[in-house]
């Protein structure tokens, strides 16, 4: 099963400020990662797949990028209803695995 | 635009089986897509449960596949989750959704917590 590891645990910023997420892969996943920002109470919503598509609807300041086992998403400028946890989640490796989330916080 | 929404009991006693439908409205359940099931214990993180295909085709978590049951109704549009012999372990919300390009999960329900208590 592929570990996948997400830095910080906690990201602490302003709005308009830039947001760096990390996830890695305890081994390589090619492309295939998604992104995804879930609200209290809410479901999980998909951001990106396949590392760098953002999914339909998905505003343009979200971007993910990277290959084999290091990815990252970034956040232009956040914007109040950013603020949120993100999950990253493979599908290269049997079974479909999630990393354990970083929550994007108001500083 | 495709909705999926979970039903069934919010209780169910420990050793007791599990069972969730989830009901699919605004596409057919026999698209070229899977359909999956996803659990969050509460304050804790995502774990993928299993799938199915609208052939009947299925695909369990190894650390679930002993207790897990996953089907599909095509005359009523939606798919099944029965989880046997649950504990305390197994109180999550849990949640179906569609899988993209067979990868990535698109479309949520809005998820059910269920509870494992007597």
């Known amino acids: 099963e592929i570990v996948l590891t997400q830095s910080p645990d906690t990201l602490s910023l302003s709005p308009g400020e830039r947001a760096t997420l990390s996830c890695r892969a305890s081994?390589?996943?090619?492309?295939?990662l998604a992104w995804y920002q879930q609200k209290p109470g809410q479901a999980p919503r998909l951001l990106i797949y396949?590392?760098?598509n953002r999914a339909t609807g998905i505003p343009a300041r979200f971007s993910g990028s990277g290959s084999g086992t290091d990815f990252t998403l970034t956040i232009s400028s956040l914007e109040p209803e950013d603020f949120a946890v993100y999950y990253c989640?493979?599908?290269?490796?049997?079974?479909?695995?999630f990393g354990p989330g970083t929550k994007v916080d108001i500083k | 635009q495709v909705q999926l929404q979970e039903s069934g009991p919010g209780l169910v006693k420990p050793s007791g089986t599990l069972s969730l439908t989830c009901a699919v409205s605004?596409?057919?359940?026999?698209?070229?897509?899977?359909w999956s099931w996803v659990r969050q214990p509460p304050g804790k993180g995502l774990e993928w449960i299993g799938e199915?295909?609208?052939?009947?085709?299925?695909n369990y978590n190894p650390s679930l596949k002993s207790r897990v049951t996953i089907s599909v109704d095509k005359s009523k549009n939606q798919f099944s989750l029965k989880l046997s012999s649950v504990t305390a372990a197994d109180t999550a919300v849990y949640y179906c959704?569609?899988?993209?390009?067979?990868?990535?999960?698109?479309?949520w329900g809005q998820g059910t917590l269920v509870t494992v208590s007597s």
């Open positions: 199915i295909y609208h052939s009947g085709s299925t």
């Open positions: 396949d590392a760098s």
């Open positions: 081994q390589s996943v090619s492309s295939y």
């Open positions: 989640q493979q599908r290269s490796n049997w079974p479909p695995t």
């Open positions: 959704a569609r899988v993209l390009l067979a990868r990535s999960f698109d479309y």
């Open positions: 605004g596409g057919s359940i026999s698209s070229n897509n899977w």
